[in-house]
């Protein structure tokens, strides 16, 4: 894989934010989209567990392991809060995560520590979602269902985040009637998933007071390089196509995937793996006759 590091911008206007990031759905880096924000010294392990330490909360483990052809992945184990709050401190390797956590409802109060940076319109303020992992956790290679933009901000210690246009589909195994990929990014076998060497992308370290914008639409992997969390804001998709894309996905593939695993679950997920590797391997055999 060819992968290009992210661009940085330290300030931006929103004018041309919408010109150079939204409307060519290229990923940026914005240093200053955190600025002002309380959280940035609040949240710390020992404040989030003083507030909300005593929650239980439900932590999802390798997602390699897990049902990984499925939408939806069941979690592995339920603790309090403080618990794996802990491990994180601590920097404990793990494969547990917490991910589209919406922490704002049992502890609203914390909405007071940041602010929807006004650098684009339509944020779903009813969705701030947090997401934790421990140090080695990482996340499959997926798009967001409902498409939309996301600014995710970090917290603690570092992220490693790859990301892929949404025309790089074709090389990314794509699983169908999901939005994730069979490929393994932790550890890619090009004898398996030979198309992945085709691919072009971006990286980044993300790291603490660092915001990532994701375009509706692109794909992420993304690796804990240490035990750490973010938050996530959302936009609704800046075309009418895209608004009524992800609510096609959210409402009807979501519901159809887990309708068809449920009765036909081994057979379902075969099914997905081959025609994602056939789809892949047509691919390949155009590229080849491509060389000849």
């Known amino acids: 894989m060819k992968l290009h ?17 939204v409307k060519t759905g290229i990923p940026v880096k914005l240093k200053n989209y955190t600025k002002g924000w309380p959280a940035l010294k609040r949240w710390t392990y020992d404040y989030l567990k003083e ?26 184990k339920e603790v309090p809060f403080r618990e794996y709050l802990d491990m994180l401190e601590n920097n404990e390797k793990s494969d547990l995560r917490i991910f589209l ?13 940041f602010i929807y940076t006004p650098i684009m319109d339509n944020y779903l303020k009813d969705y701030p979602y947090l997401f934790f992992g421990c140090a080695g956790s990482d996340v ?30 074709k090389y990314l195994y794509k699983l169908p009637f999901t939005t994730h990929s069979a490929a393994d990014l932790s550890n890619i076998d090009y004898d398996k998933y030979p198309a992945l ?25 993304i690796q804990y390089l240490d035990g750490s969390f973010s ?3 959302r936009t609704l998709s800046p075309s009418s196509l895209g608004k009524l894309q992800g609510a096609y996905n959210v409402f009807v593939i979501r519901r159809l995937d887990d309708f068809i695993n449920k009765y036909y679950k081994n057979l379902w ?10 789809k892949a391997n047509e691919i390949l055999e155009e590229r080849e006759k491509e060389k000849v």
């Open 101 to 113: 956590f919406n922490l704002f409802k049992l502890v609203p109060e914390l909405e007071e520590d």
């Open 269 to 278: 997920s075969d099914y997905k793996l081959k025609k994602a590797i056939a």
């Open 197 to 221: 060497k085709y691919a072009t992308g971006y990286q980044t370290d993300l790291q603490h007071g660092e915001t990532l914008f994701m375009p509706s639409g692109i794909w992420h992997y």
């Open 231 to 233: 938050l996530s804001l």
């Open 140 to 169: 499959r290679l997926h798009y967001d269902i409902d498409l939309s933009n996301v600014f995710i901000s970090q917290f603690g210690g570092t992220k490693r985040i790859t990301l892929f246009d949404q025309n790089q589909s």
């Open 51 to 76: 507030k909300a330490g005593h929650h239980e909360v439900k932590l999802h483990g390798k997602w390699q392991d897990n049902e990984p052809t499925r939408i939806e992945m069941p979690p592995v």
């Open 5 to 21: 590091q992210v661009e940085v911008v330290e300030d931006i206007s929103p004018e041309e934010f919408h010109e150079l990031y």
